[in-house]
């Protein structure tokens, strides 16, 4: 999925600027989505889908992920990842915790993604460029 931030430029998003989302969460009590994409500074970072506008809805090579109230749409790649467990915030605790066999894995299949969707992103890093 492709979108293009709609807001004020701010230290992390470009106004204009067309970003890739590589995962999606939606919360149903809240009534919420938000994006996780690689912003400017090259980290991952969750955003409210309300401050974008839509490009490209292709979710190919992605899978859902369904809890009680939540559900979580991720690069496939990504889900393997998860081995037994059904919870992608286990991944992400293990970027941001430096792990560096997930961020090397993870970073591989975001940039393979970019790639195969022809859109240019920061070499993803835990704590940024």
């Known amino acids: 999925m492709k979108v293009i931030f709609k807001e004020c430029t701010n230290e992390y998003l470009t106004y204009g600027k ?5 995962e999606i969460y939606m919360n149903f ?31 190919d090579n992605m899978v859902y992920l369904k809890g009680n109230n939540t559900c979580v749409i991720t690069l496939a790649e990504i889900y393997l990842l998860l081995k037994d ?9 293990e970027y941001f915790d430096n792990n560096k066999a997930i961020i090397n894995d993870v970073n591989r299949a975001i940039m393979k993604y970019a790639s195969e969707k022809n859109i240019s992103v920061v070499e993803p890093s835990p704590y940024g460029s």
């Open 85 to 93: 467990s059904e919870d992608i915030n286990i991944v992400w605790e």
């Open 18 to 22: 067309e970003y890739l989302v590589f």
């Open 29 to 59: 009590d809240r009534q919420t989505m938000s994006f996780r994409l690689i912003n400017d500074k090259g980290i991952p970072s969750m955003f409210n889908s309300d401050e974008f506008s839509y490009t490209s809805l292709s979710l």
